[in-house]
């Protein structure tokens, strides 16, 4: 019931998923990324428990046919699974169980994974995987998100997406990109408005890690001229403040 890309990026060595899925939260069960380890991307009726397994595996350097071997023989139902592997050195396994709900297949790639079930077609795969090819000069985060959406564009599921989520990691142990979009009737576009919107806050948050100096997100944006609109404040909040804002004018109150 899903379909993802997960990746390693062969010029920076970045780790990454994108993914969505009919069913809610996806980012929250199926995501499983680690700085400097490697990527699992476990699907179709995944079993948490088992990605972390493979995850510690990949820690403990086994190569990704390795780990996926293991993870086969130690689960009796692994042909309700969808899983791919991708190891620190980039490279990549996946296996597609026979008791997936058709239409369900995968692909490997050099370093990377383009897989799903319950789509359209074995279509939707193929743009995935050849999208993820087509833009080989964009950054490693926007290429993944342009694979998803080519799955979507291709026919995506038949139940149609109700949740997606990206998680990239890059030279830090913390994560350069984690979007989820939990509920919503088209949450690849929604995915989408996100990350351009989080975009421009990257090196900010890359910067705070180390200096916590750096000062407010907003203040940060405002130096380098960027807009962006935050949340308001409750109505309550905001009636407050806009009668200390008359007051201060010499304005007298709006229900004098």
Known sequence: MTFTIAARC??????????????????????????????????????PRLARTGMELLRMGFKAPKVLRELEDGDVDIEFRQIAVIDVHGTAVARTGRNNMSHASHKVGDGFVALGNLLEGAHVVDAIHDAYLAHASAPFDERLLRAIEAGRDAGGQVEGQTSAA?????R?????????VDLALEPIAELRRQFDWFQALVPFYEERCDNPRVGRHKDWLKERGIERQFGVPPPHVAAERAAQQAQAAGQPPKDA
């Open 172 to 180: 830090k142990a913390v994560a350069r990109i984690d979007l989820r």
């Open 10 to 47: 062969p010029e920076t060595g970045s780790l990454g998923i994108c993914i969505a899925t009919s069913s809610p939260a996806v980012g929250s069960r199926c995501v499983h990324v680690m700085h400097n380890v490697g990527v699992i991307a476990h699907q179709a009726t995944p079993e």
């Open 166 to 170: 990206i998680l990239v990691y890059d």
